[in-house]
């Protein structure tokens, strides 16, 4: 018995991609500016807002983005931070954002973000987001609370 050739579809010319794009609304450019921003740095004030919402001392906040203090103090004069910088604290300003989002109050998440977690080995969950693998590692747990998969 013989079988068939396999055909495979042709290939999607541009025209038919933008049609694509169109039908679902899709814009090129989109979630592409906060990528910008952080590239440009983001202002020194985005930290200290964070700062403020976190409740934590800038000393704190400091060591976990990784800026000396003397450093945020010139950065302060500049008005910027760097690319490095913003994108860490860019990190950390999301997984506010994600606690927020699962305790449904910024004052529950912020406690939860600086007291010392079980699930995370007893580690405080902020202290943990000076390295991806620990802003991964509470991200984690985040889920898991989320979807009341704890243990």
Do not use: C
């Not at 945020?72 to 500049?78: F, G, M, V, W």
């Not at 699930?119 to 000076?130: C, N, S, T």
């Amino acid at each position: 018995m013989k079988r068939k050739p396999i055909r495979s579809a042709p290939p999607a010319t541009r025209v038919q991609e933008a049609a694509v794009a169109q039908s679902v609304d899709w814009k090129e450019d989109e979630g592409f500016d906060e990528v910008q921003e952080i590239r440009n740095g983001l202002p020194v004030d985005a930290f200290f807002q964070l700062q403020e919402k976190l409740g934590v001392g800038t000393p704190q906040l400091a060591g976990v983005v990784g800026i000396p203090v003397r450093t945020l103090q010139r950065r302060k004069d500049e008005g910027r931070l760097t690319k490095d910088e913003s994108d860490r604290l860019d990190r950390v300003r999301k997984l506010m954002s994600h606690a927020t989002g699962v305790f449904e109050s910024e004052t529950a998440a912020r406690a939860w973000l600086t007291r010392p977690q079980i699930g995370l080995a007893g580690f405080v969950p902020l202290e943990l987001a000076d390295t991806g693998a620990g802003i991964r590692e509470v991200e984690n747990l985040l889920g898991r609370i989320d979807y009341g998969v704890y243990a």
